[in-house]
């Protein structure tokens, strides 16, 4: 079960179990430290404290746990002075806010330095993990959605659906029948899902194809569209 601790009404919940980074991916701290009320701050600030207690993989912590402990309750006591109080009373949580920010990012660096991008390391420490991009695999397959002249000789424009996870399209052509033949021409690598066929015979029946290219490998052909020139 996932340990939950709780302090000010706000919650921070350690996942170090079932946490999946894509391989080849390094696990990042999200500080977002600018968008924290002072009630969050202290929550968090403790949050980690208790994390980092008796942690085996952060033994040595650049900001001593004791130091931690300290912040948290001057910063706690000030938050309730504010509440009440008036301009010098704010201006005083103000600064001890600034300190609290200014500790947990020395602590994360550390942290960073030491877990080395480990996940398991990263999620141990109380501080929340940057979200990873999901790996696409193989793109899917183009749906040829449109084939027409331009009104150039020898000219067409062939469009077709993006796929996510694609950094190139194949195009390739044939003027033998697909379903008979695999006898298959590339034309040109593009980004754009959209490219203009240059060099045609005029008016004569030509098929043409495209695969979607991605980090994951070159996805399936799409089907067969039949295209002519002016």
């Known amino acids: 079960m996932d340990n939950v601790t709780t302090v000010e009404g706000a919650a921070f919940q350690s996942s170090s179990h079932h946490i999946v980074t894509p391989k080849g991916m390094i ?3 999200k500080l977002g430290l600018g968008r924290l009320t002072p009630v969050a701050l202290l929550t968090l600030l403790r949050f980690v404290h208790s994390k980092l207690v008796n942690n085996p993989f952060f033994a040595t912590p650049a900001v001593p746990l004791a130091d931690m402990l300290l912040m948290g309750d001057e910063l706690q006591v000030v938050i309730e002075k504010a509440k009440q109080g008036g301009l010098d009373q704010k201006l005083e949580r103000n600064a001890l806010v600034l300190d609290a920010k200014a500790m947990l990012n020395k602590q994360a660096d ?8 480990d996940v398991v390391k990263l999620a141990s420490s109380g501080f ?3 979200k990873q991009p999901e790996s696409v695999g193989v793109p899917g397959t183009p749906d040829i959605r449109t084939v027409r002249m331009t009104g150039q000789p020898g000219e067409a424009e062939v469009i077709w659906s993006a796929q996510r996870g694609a950094d190139s399209y194949e195009v390739k052509i044939t003027d033998k029948d697909p379903l008979s033949h695999n006898d298959w021409q590339v034309m040109a690598i593009t980004t754009k899902a959209r490219h203009t066929l240059t060099g045609l015979e005029s008016f004569k029946a030509y098929w043409v194809s ?10 399936v052909m799409s089907d067969p569209a039949i295209v002519r020139a002016a």
């Open 27 to 29: 696990a990042k701290i």
């Open 110 to 117: 550390y942290v960073r330095l030491i877990a080395q991008g």
């Open 128 to 130: 929340s993990l940057a």
């Open 210 to 219: 495209v695969s979607a290219i991605g980090a994951g490998g070159k996805g």
